[in-house]
């Protein structure tokens, strides 16, 4: 869903860059709650997974094709506000080195996929995860359901932009049902990558998922009443 | 659950993946034109885009390396620059500003 220049006009990318700089601005100060020593180095590299994955577009019929944004996979691995800087930091490779997404739609590009898609995604997320029991086994579960919506959320908010910005005057009803109709199936694609890959990670070392750590907790008070228990029997 | 245990090997299957998914799956990529491009095409923006923007000129423009006639050798290596770039200036980012605190002797 890289927007290329020229989709949106100079106010609507004026104003969604002040938007992308404001939200990387805040992101920059709250991520410093969610890296340490570890964290660090494994949100750089969700991000170089994410730049990875980004280039695997998969079909979806009709000649159509979708690639993974990786807002939901990143927020769940490592928190929210250093998933937007992750984002960010693909959006602007990309859009340096790679011509894909345009500079001027940089602002555009972080905006829908570094903040609506993480932060829709991380929202179902955690809304999923607040119904289901603090096991382990629900977090990977959880994290594609967040995926799975954040993409038709981030493709309705481009055909939003459009409506106000767009260089075309067209039926924006028709364009919406369109967006929404493939990011829908693309959203599933979506799901099934976050999913796989937190399922992963959880499986093999849970404790450096940030989307884990109640779940891990609840775990560890189970044990430790465990053990009180036992004790007492014994 | 706070017994040491080496990050090095999960940092380094997640590096292995990610150049693998970069430098080789992805010629395996579909080429269909992705959603936002299809429908733009199909309702009528498309020709409002603006491919020639500078970065066009990068070596790396469009997921091929300048100069490598291969296909599948200048996918796969500007797939290759694309992951060590984001890691380099990502990584960069996260060292600097993450937390750093003196008595967590639990990193790697």
Known sequence: ?234 | MSRPRSNRRVFAVLLVVALLVAGVASYYASSHPDGLEYVAGKTGFLETADEDGPSIDSPLADYGTEGVDDERLSGGLAGVAGVALTLAIGGGLFLLIRRRDPADKTGD
């Not at chain 1, 104003?15 to 890296?35: C, M, P």
């Not at chain 1, 490779?93 to 898609?117: E, H, K, R, S, W």
């Not at chain 1, 959880?202 to 008070?221: E, I, K, Q, Y």
């Open chain 1, 1 to 234: 869903m890289h927007v290329p220049d020229g989709f949106l006009d100079a106010p609507t990318s004026i104003a969604t860059g002040v938007v992308a700089a404001a939200g990387v601005a805040v992101a920059l100060r709250k991520s410093r709650d969610e890296l340490d020593d570890r964290t660090a180095p494994l949100a750089g590299l969700v991000a170089a997974f994410v730049f990875a994955g980004q280039m695997i577009n998969f079909p979806v019929g009709a000649g159509t094709s979708g690639h993974l944004l990786g807002g939901a996979l990143a927020a769940v691995l490592v928190g929210p506000w250093t998933a937007t800087l992750c984002i960010s930091v693909v959006l602007l490779v990309q859009a340096l080195f790679f011509a894909d997404g345009g500079l001027t739609a940089l602002g555009t590009n972080i905006t829908l996929m570094g903040l609506v898609g993480v932060f829709v995604g991380y929202a179902v997320f955690l809304a999923v995860r607040a119904v289901l029991p603090r096991r382990l086994g629900v977090v990977p579960a959880a994290a594609a359901m967040g995926a799975l919506v954040s993409v038709p959320v981030a493709a309705a908010t481009f055909t939003g932009l459009f409506a106000v910005g767009g260089n075309a005057d067209l039926d924006m009803g028709e364009v919406l049902t369109a967006m929404l109709g493939w990011h829908t199936v693309i959203g599933i694609g979506e799901a099934v990558i976050t999913g796989l890959v937190v399922s992963a990670i959880c499986t093999s070392r849970p404790d450096l998922v940030h989307g884990a750590r109640r779940a891990l907790a609840a775990r560890a008070a189970d044990e430790r009443t465990d053990v009180t228990t036992s004790e007492v029997v014994a």
